[in-house]
């Protein structure tokens, strides 16, 4: 039986007689913890992979070669949680996905630490296959903690678990970054399965304070069924195997054999499912103009993701080459300017929320298409602030290092105006039929824009060039215009039979859209 809700002399809510983590259920410190290490392990390695890549100590590839790589990882992350979330619901069920994705991401961690190229890129599609794993389930346990949606703890237990992910994401760069650069690059990616590990033991050592719910598969699928999905899938991989054994016998391959077509693939998917649901006969005619009307929304996504993920690449490796990394004295190594980010969203996250209660009291917060607006125009202003540097100053010369944290200030305000309210925009325009389905396809403009990135820098742009970068930031700036100027259109749009659900509030940002 679930136990009481009572209030102490402080009228903080507690669980009964239930031991606590600070007034939640035991299960969020799990949770917490393990999601905590995951983020560290994940943003540790991410803030290592372009500077290894171009390193001559590491794979010494160019940097458009190393960008696409960073993106075409990133991409398959996101692409991967939508199967991943199917296995958890049809297959294994939230707490066994996730144990098997900490140990997938675990092992090709460890890979990532063992030096060779082949080695190397078999570790990093490890690392994307256990993250998509482990992205669609972990939230989903933290919602099993609690006695529904009407918890009085739900939402706080929801702002703990997030602030586990800020601290592994803040961590990360300044240990991990700084062994890897400074002593060595495999020492580095082993310190993050180091901490996968750690995340891992305290999963299984603390799984048993979960929810019974966390171990049912939502939706068994027959065994007939599931045989099938083996066969169609162990014949795709056979066949994926003859073809670039051919390649590699006849010594044709190149990277490009792999990475053209995964980004491909990260483009059509996303086509193919929204084109699909706007065609589906069931829709009403109102359904089907919303979801027209969304699919614009999906390409400005895709464009600030496009953009913003940018600051692990393009930013990161001009942070390499052409900033002094030193700052009153004190020298730091480029890895550390990851850890920017999750700082400012540690500090700014209550801050934009206070701003936004503020201004509905006084009935003038702005409406979730004016916030999303504002989000992609800012990141568009990120780029255009990334200009001056680049136009003031000669490929020789270095700038400081707070050119980087003035673009990263400008791009966290920015994901905290579009972030939060994207999956709010999608509850609002989707079909009821495809309500739960729709929280997938945001997802899906993440790896639809960093695939035009690895795209765009396989094809020989340098995505620092002034001209480039001006590019970018125009396209951002002038489609947060045009959403804008489309506001009222979309606030006046029929309303869908699907309940809304209203969006999270800023301190959710890493597991709501990211």
Same mark, same amino acid.
């Given at each position: ?5 009572? =209030?102490?002399?402080?009228?903080? *809510? ?28 994940? /943003? ?27 993106? *075409? /990882?990133?991409?398959?992350? /996101? ?24 140990? +997938? ?57 997030? @602030? &586990? ?10 240990? +991990? ?19 996968? #590990? ?16 966390? %171990? ?9 069924? =599931? ?5 169609? !899938?162990?014949?795709? #991989? ?30 059509? +998917? ?23 009307? /969304?699919?614009?929304? $999906?390409?400005?996504?895709?464009? $600030? ?12 490796? $001009? ?26 969203? @540690?500090?700014?996250?209550? *801050? ?11 009935? =003038? ?9 504002? &989000?992609? $125009?800012?990141? !568009? ?20 290092? @707070? ?25 609002? @325009?989707?079909?009821? =039929? ?14 639809? &824009?960093?695939?035009?990135? %690895? ?12 001209? *480039? ?37 800023? %301190? ?7």
């Amino acid at each position: 039986m679930a136990p009481s809700l009572t =209030k102490d002399a402080t009228g903080s *809510v507690t669980a009964g007689s239930e031991k606590t983590f600070f007034g939640h259920p035991r299960g969020l410190a799990t949770l917490f913890m393990t999601e905590m290490w995951e983020r560290f392990s994940f /943003y540790g390695m991410r803030a290592l992979l372009p500077l290894y890549l171009v390193s001559s100590s590491g794979l010494h590839m160019n940097a458009g070669t190393a960008t696409a790589i960073y993106s *075409v /990882y990133l991409a398959m992350v /996101y692409l991967l949680a939508m199967p991943g979330g199917w296995i958890a619901d049809r297959w294994w069920g939230p707490r066994r996905t996730t144990a098997i994705a900490a140990g +997938i991401i675990m092992c090709g961690h460890l890979l990532l630490a063992v030096p060779g190229q082949g080695v190397f890129f078999g570790g990093l599609a490890l690392v994307a296959i256990g993250s998509g794993l482990l992205k669609s389930t972990i939230s989903t346990m933290v919602g099993h903690l609690y006695q529904g949606p009407g918890d009085p703890r739900r939402d706080g237990g929801f702002t703990v678990f997030y @602030m &586990g992910i800020n601290l592994g994401s803040f961590a990360a760069p300044l240990i +991990i970054g700084t062994v890897g650069e400074n002593v060595s690059w495999h020492l580095g990616f082993g310190l993050a399965a180091v901490g996968m #590990a750690l995340g891992l033991a305290q999963f299984l050592l603390g799984s048993r304070h979960l929810s019974p719910e966390s %171990s049912v598969v939502p939706k068994p699928q027959p065994r007939e069924e =599931k045989l099938a999905t083996i066969r169609k !899938g162990l014949l795709w #991989a056979l066949v994926a195997a003859v073809v670039y054994g051919v390649l590699v016998a006849t010594g044709v391959y190149t990277l490009n054999w792999a990475l053209v077509p995964i980004n491909i693939a990260g483009l059509v +998917i996303p086509v193919v499912v929204l084109a699909r649901i706007r065609r589906d006969k069931e829709l009403d005619r109102a359904e089907r103009s919303k979801m027209s009307a /969304y699919v614009w929304f $999906f390409v400005a996504a895709a464009l $600030f993701w496009m953009i913003y993920d940018q600051g692990g690449s393009t930013l990161s490796l $001009f942070g390499e080459s052409r900033t002094t990394n030193s700052l009153l004295g004190f020298d730091f190594p480029t890895s550390w300017y990851q850890s920017v980010n999750p700082v400012f969203i @540690m500090a700014l996250a209550p *801050v934009t929320a206070w701003i936004w209660l503020a201004l509905n009291r006084r009935g =003038k917060e702005p409406s979730t298409v004016t916030k999303f607006a504002s &989000g992609l $125009f800012l990141v !568009g202003v990120s780029f255009f602030v990334f200009l001056i540097p680049l136009l003031d100053t000669t490929a020789d010369e270095r700038v400081s290092p @707070m050119w980087l944290v003035a673009i990263y200030f400008v791009q966290t305000v920015g994901e905290l105006c579009l972030s939060p309210v994207g999956l709010s925009v999608t509850t609002k @325009m989707s079909p009821a =039929k495809y309500s739960s389905q729709m929280m997938g396809v945001w997802f899906l403009a993440v790896t639809a &824009g960093d695939s035009v990135t %690895s795209l765009v820098s396989l094809a020989g742009v340098n995505l620092d060039r002034s001209g *480039v970068v001006a590019a970018q930031a125009a396209l951002a700036a002038l489609a947060g215009a045009a959403i804008f100027m489309y506001r009222r259109t979309v606030r006046t749009t029929p309303a869908s039979p699907a309940p809304l659900r209203p969006a999270p509030p800023p %301190s959710r940002r890493k597991a709501s859209a990211r």
